[in-house]
């Protein structure tokens, strides 16, 4: 069956950095473009980047404000999230989803704090 399995969140310092990874399973990995997602508390999911099947074409949330790249290994079935300069609003339960059937991770908790 499909996996989408995060990992690598954790208690950050801002301005310090974090790499997520979500290792894929179960689907033609490297046929499926595939995204982040983050929610806050209180607050709806909201989109962070995207990365399209090769790795050559990128979008990212006006919030990312080049401070986070996408990436993606398909040899490995892994997609990345690297964060730099964070900040306490970035604080949230980040997430990867496959863009062709919708198929979600269960999360990843990212906290921003002194």
């Known amino acids: ?3 989408l399995v995060e990992s690598g969140g954790g208690l950050v310092q801002p301005g310090g950095s974090l ?29 962070v980047a ?3 099947t090769t ?7 006006p919030f990312v404000k080049g401070r986070f790249t996408i990436s993606r290994d398909n040899a490995k079935n892994t997609v990345y999230l690297q964060m730099n ?5 970035d604080t949230a339960v980040y997430y990867c989803r496959e863009l062709g059937f ?3 991770g269960q999360g990843t908790q990212v906290t921003v704090s002194s």
């Open 85 to 89: 300069r964070l900040v306490p609003e």
């Open 50 to 52: 995207t990365v399209s």
């Open 55 to 61: 790795g050559s074409s990128t979008t990212y949330a």
């Open 1 to 3: 069956q499909v996996q």
């Open 19 to 47: 790499t997520l990874s979500c290792a894929a399973s179960g689907f033609s990995f490297s046929s499926r473009a595939m995204s982040w997602h983050r929610q806050a508390p209180g607050k709806d999911r909201e989109l």
């Open 102 to 104: 919708g198929y979600w």
